[in-house]
């Protein structure tokens, strides 16, 4: 008896792990896929309306008007998407999705390492392509993500992944695009469990802290340049963002702060550099733009940060920018920044709502993204020749009352939009149809 009831457990467990795991990632696409007479917002400013859009072996072969394209469609699977919309996949960075699953349970939580300089810290390898926020995702559209690690002043490498994945090997789009660091704050808070002000207050150690920064670079530079030994494996990951094959990701919000770390940038010689936050940024654009250093801008569903900066501050943040000719793309972290990862589209919506138009709000999500993150040869637009990673809508994608997908493909495979929420939705949406 001891031994059915072992098997018994065994089986129940096995039964409910089965029941809740992730979708079966698609299959390679095997037939070609036209789309017709949806309105194709191609991601560049550009928008087609009665679209034909067709894509083969995962790439985009043809993107036009209906009444301007001569294809034969017999032979190919036709989607009528008449009264549709078509967006290019949107694309969500600094993200930490599929590094943490509940917050509150130490074991599911892998977004950030001991100590603070770690740069040779690989957050692609923590990955988990089953997380059930990662499966959430897609039925907004955000089917891409640059998974980053959090944590000290260099935090480690982040890698660009595809939202539908066996594991991390599959799910690479672009392997360890870039280092994050973590500028030192010009004005900190309070110790208030030591019965310190709680208030903001001078950091008196920035300057020390920025000598820091700097005497590591230095450091790095010294060791990449010398016969590097003995091996030292933090010298050696920043030697991507010495020579350009790497992006250094600054994360800093104060108007002292980006323009401090615009000049050690300078100052170091480094080729490619984006502001994350940048909170302030409206406040350099000169400088922003003079160093050609584009940015991944907060939260737009913010507060301000100041008490006396406008109350829409974090909502029109992006038009300000876009006005000046940076090149401005929109990150999501913050409180539950995973779960609101899936609300990226409504963020550059509000952006409409604040001065930009809804194909200048959508670059945000997309093309300039995917430039950013230098992926856009591949992703970001719907262009001939780049992949077929796109979804259809039944309206206004940006709109959270319209953003209702009926079709997602990912290098042309087709995606399945259940998870477990639809599955639970579905699941009491039948219990009040009963009940009535």
């Known amino acids: 008896m001891k031994y059915i009831h072992i098997i018994v457990v065994i089986a129940a467990m096995l039964n409910l792990s089965i029941g809740d795991a992730q979708q079966t990632p698609a299959s390679k696409q095997s037939t070609t896929i036209a789309i017709t007479g949806a309105t194709a917002h191609i991601g560049n400013g550009n928008v087609i309306e009665n679209s034909v859009i067709i894509f083969k072996d995962g790439k985009l072969t043809a993107v036009s008007k209906t009444s301007e394209s001569t294809t034969d469609l017999t032979e190919m699977n036709v989607i009528d998407a008449s009264g549709k919309h078509v967006y290019p996949g949107f694309i969500v960075p600094n993200s930490t999705l599929g590094l943490v699953e509940i917050d509150a349970v130490r074991a599911t939580d892998d977004d950030s390492e001991l ?79 030591l019965g310190e002000d709680p208030g903001m207050k001078v950091n008196t150690d920035y300057d020390d802290q920025v000598t820091e920064v700097e005497r590591w670079f230095s450091n790095t530079k010294a060791y990449n340049a010398g016969k590097k030994t003995p091996k030292h494996l933090p010298y050696e990951a920043t030697a991507g963002v010495l020579d350009g094959t790497k992006t250094l990701f600054i994360h800093v919000d104060d108007e002292k702060g980006i323009t401090d770390a615009v000049n050690f940038t300078t100052s170091q010689k480094l080729k490619s550099v984006v502001i994350v936050g940048g909170y302030e940024a409206h406040k350099v654009v000169g400088l922003l733009k003079k160093n050609n250093i584009p940015v991944l801008l907060q939260r737009v569903h913010s507060r301000p940060d100041q008490s006396d900066d406008d109350y829409d501050m974090p909502f029109k943040l992006a038009k300000l920018l876009t006005d000046k000719g940076i090149i401005v793309g929109l990150e999501t972290s913050g409180q539950m920044e995973r779960m609101n990862s899936r609300n990226l589209p409504f963020y550059a919506g509000t952006t409409v709502a604040h001065g930009l138009t809804k194909e200048q709000a959508l670059q945000l999500i997309t093309q300039n993204t995917a430039k950013i993150l230098g992926i856009d040869n591949i992703y970001g637009t719907l262009e001939v020749g780049k992949s077929a990673t796109l979804f259809v809508s039944e309206g206004d994608a940006l709109d959270m009352r319209t953003n209702q997908l009926t079709h997602a493909f990912i290098d042309g495979r087709s995606l399945s939009l259940e998870t477990h929420q639809t599955e639970l939705w579905k699941r009491y949406s039948k219990k009040l149809e009963t009940e009535d």
Request: proline share 5%.
């Open 115 to 193: 100590g603070s300089w770690n740069p040779h810290i690989r957050s692609l390898i923590a990955y988990n392509a089953e997380s059930k926020v990662v499966e959430s995702m897609r039925p907004n559209g955000v089917l891409l993500a640059q998974i980053t690690p959090r944590s000290g002043r260099i935090s480690g490498i982040s890698s660009i992944v595809q939202l539908d994945a066996w594991n991390w090997e599959d799910a690479v789009v672009k392997e360890d695009d870039g280092i994050h660091m973590n500028w030192p704050n010009s004005f900190t808070r309070g110790r208030w469990w």
